[in-house]
């Protein structure tokens, strides 16, 4: 008997069907006997080898798979059908998953809204990737000022002479208080800028009309937004060469249309509605077009591949190459940056509202993790009900992995319809969401949306499922059709751990809710020294403008009108600082700032700032040019006795004391009290009416009808002060009331999951609650024991948690001027109420295991 | 008429069945084509022609007895079935009707 090569004996067995198998080897070795005697072994052995590669073809190669996946399909319906059947046997695990889980998504869904639309402000330009702003800093006394303000001659300088830079473009904004109208039509506020030609080289807002090299080609030309139009023309078409008047100050005048632009949008820094040229600004202002008098913003489109840092170089070269100029280096600020890292330390970036991007995306992310935390627990908990399933199936030798597809399947099915349920909550809330936040966020479905969407909900899915899934798929199937199932230590301690982990975040959250809302309540409730209820403000415009005294007069003596003023600077801003205070005995060296605000008569009646000493400017008095009011610390600061009747000398010029006010604070609670003068002046920007209390509707309406008849028409637009006063403190609003909402959304979260927890509990004790009643124990003494353990892991987490808060609360506290103290009984509060939340949680359900009939507990099984 | 449609090689290895009626299994069918048409038959293509008509129920297998020579394998063997004589009929009478109509072609120019 001659031997066929056995290695290839193998390899037919290995890749063959093992239902071809026998007859093809016979065939083979019967046709290989059969050639050894005629040809030769040797030839009969190669023919051998040969017939087995030939063999090696489809129809004859046997699947490799382990398990032929015939039903893939088959086995993906009946998961689908299981997991059907559960959610509807265990509707309230079920719902508590997906409330669990969709109120995450709907937390994590809107912070990425938030987020995305945060990240892309001032985005939208084609320039983006080169265009910058210049910034220059001073060395003041209390570190270094970084402002936007640039000289005008600066850029007509660096074009040309700078070989980096493509584009070079001025833009001032100042008041932006212009009135345009149309041929006698009526009067609309529209915010001017001036700019040079280049504007839309540099910003890609959209030109829909005019020459983009050239878009104000004269001194009177304009360039209107679409929205300006359509209020002055009601159309947007072949508006080119038609006039306007504008109305403002020493501008005043008529103006030809050179172009019509879409309105900046929502998302840009930049918003104005009309663009005139800088040129005329600088005529009618010449003083602002020298290198020492720093005023439009400077923005710089640089060559691709040139370096910012180089150019700031040069720059800085250029700048201090002009006797007039003073800084003390230049900052060359990429524009998109502008928004979010706008905060400046010692001439650098320090921050800005990426921290508040930062902070929410840091919120999303622990709100997703507890989402998902809270999902394994229920889904363990809920496997106890499952383990005669998972048994039988392994008797019937299931492989593991199809379980563990099985339970992901399940999860990421749960996960889906979660996200279906928060979109819908979005969809509906979103106008919601967008008056809190102050934005105009949509839900457009792009691809990046999507994208971004299914992945958090695939993640999340899997994440969450993970667990469950390794966990019930690892049991032998012995104890698991017995029903004995010993759970590990480690997996007691890990679901423990998740629960502490999940409840210490809670209260982490809570407890900077607590102290952020109480610094608010601190910060807008402390008096600053002055009444800001019932007074009304409004700006100075149109007519108003070259009558101020005269206006002031009508208007104070309507009815209702308690007292009427105008100023230059609204005491919610920081107010102008001069050094030109001088006084005997003062040491020239040395350098005393000055705050001052320049106001008209009655402005200490109209705000209630109640006066130390002397009086206030008045028009019985006549001529007031020698006289000043100073406030408390600027005594304090000259050192004076008897202030009344001291002169000093502010610019130059010596005034009388004449008036000694209580100190107030400016612009905001933020800021200490500084060395003040009033400055009488009728140049007034901002008018401020005292309103009779009780009769605001009535007087208003009376103040509306006064203003529209003395001013043209022109839409009466005030606001109170209290509100004025509130929108300062609008971010740390915002971030309070959304902190407040997603605190709560973690708390339930939490909550869902303790809940399911104790339903774990309650389910895999249920027999020893049935000896323990049989043996006579009440159902307080039950409940006690079932609850123990939890409290024990509430009490945990809120040890770990408070430190951690307090260290937290602490930090963001010392970011403020004056805050408040962290007191003992936040932490007690916020622990207390905690406990208390997780006790009833789990009472809820304990009660109910506890009150079970004995009989219902031993009959199982 | 689809169904019963052959390719050459299906036609040759549907035929040597029915030659060998009754003793036609792997190696037989092959020594006799090898033999008949003097053409190397390789296992792989012999096989799965095989699987195929049996497939397509033109013949059917029956488990038979194994040898020493065979390693104590048993064999398969292969019988035509009654659709498959169809088969080859009808494979036969498309070629004759092709056949006859040849002449009168070639017939026509002279």
Known sequence: MDQAPSFFRKLLKWFCKPSLHPYLEGDLLEHFQEKAQTHGLKKARCRFAKDVIKLFRPGIIRSFIPTQKLNTFTMLRHTITITARNFKRHTSTFLINLLGLSSGLIAVLFIYLWVNDELNFDKLHETDAQLYQVRLNFAAPNGVNTVVWTPAPLAPAVQGTIPEIALASRLFAGSQNGVVSHQKGPEIRAREVFADRNLFWVFSFGLIEGNIDNIVPDLKSVAISDQLALKLFNTTDKLIGKTIHLDKDDLTGDYLISGVFKAPPGNSSLQFDAVFSMEQLLIKSPQMNQWNYNNPDTYLVLKPGSDPLAVNTKLEALLKSKPQVEISSTLMHKFSDGYLHGTFKNGEVSGGRITYVRLFSGIALIILLIACINFMNLATAQAAKRLKEVGVKKAMGIHRQSLVFQFLTESVILALIALAVALLFVCLFLPGFNTLVGKQLQLTPDLSLIGTLLAITLTTGLLAGSYPALYLSGFKTVALLKGKLKAKTNDLWFRKGLVIFQFATSIVLILSILVVYQQIELIQNKNLGYDRDNVISFPVEGKISNNVDPFLDEVGNLPGVVSATGAAHSILENGSSTRGVNWEGKDPEEFIPFKYISANYNYHSTLNIELKAGRYYSKEFGNEKQSVVINETAVKTIGLENPIGEVISIWGQNRQIIGVVKDFHLESFYEEVKPLFLNLSDRNYDIMLRIQAGAERETIERVRDFYTEYNNGLAFDFKFMDTKYQELYESENRVSTLAQYFAAIAMIISCLGLFGLATFSAERRIKEIGIRKALGASVSSVIGILTGGFAKMVIISIVIALPFSYWLANDWLNGFAYHIELKWWFFALTGISTLLIAMLTIGLRTFQAARAKPTDCLRYE | ?110
């Open chain 2, 1 to 110: 008429m689809k169904e019963l449609q052959l390719g050459e090689f299906e036609e040759i290895v549907l035929l040597t069945v029915g030659i060998l009626h009754g003793n036609a299994y792997g190696v037989t069918i092959r020594n006799e084509i090898e033999n008949r048409l003097s053409r190397e038959v390789s296992v792989g293509a012999l096989q799965t022609t095989l699987r195929r008509l049996e497939k397509k129920g033109f013949v059917k297998s029956a488990h038979g007895e194994g040898n020493q020579a065979r390693g104590g394998r048993p064999k398969l063997y292969f019988t035509i079935t009654a659709h498959g004589q169809k088969a080859i009929s009808s494979s036969r009478e498309t070629r004759n009707a092709l056949w006859d109509a040849l002449p009168q072609l070639i017939a026509k120019p002279e």
